[in-house]
Nanobody
Framework: QVQFVESGGGLVQPGGSLTLSCAAS????????MAWYRQAPGKQRELVAF???????NYKEFVKGRFTISRDNAKNTMYLQMNSLEFEDTAVYYC????????WGQGTQVTVSS
């Protein structure tokens, strides 16, 4: 079945960096656009960035210039390089197929704190 396993989160100071990974399985990874989402405490889950099958990328304004999304189809894995992290980036980060609302993984916690 479709499954996503997110990893790489942690505690980081403002201005720091983290790289998240998303291991996907149960479907043909290369033919789907993929996305990173996040959910902050008390807020709804929101789209952060997505990457198409041809690796065209798109970012929400609040992460543009700081985050980089990428994918490795040979490894069925997607990444999110996060730089210049801000307090407001604190959230659980999830990956999924773009526009899908099913098969959510456990997510990975990112906490930005001094």
């Amino acid at each position: 079945q479709v499954q996503f396993v997110e990893s790489g989160g942690g505690l980081v100071q403002p201005g720091g960096s983290l790289t998240l990974s998303c291991a996907a399985s149960g479907f043909i990874f290369s033919i789907y656009p993929m996305a990173w989402y996040r959910q902050a405490p008390g807020k709804q889950r929101e789209l952060v960035a997505f990457i198409t099958t041809s690796s065209t990328t798109n970012y929400k304004e609040f992460v543009k210039g700081r985050f980089t999304i990428s994918r490795d189809n040979a490894k069925n894995t997607m990444y999110l390089q996060m730089n210049s992290l801000e307090f407001e980036d604190t959230a659980v980060y999830y990956c999924n197929r773009l526009f899908s609302d099913n098969n959510w993984g456990q997510g990975t916690q990112v906490t930005v704190s001094s």
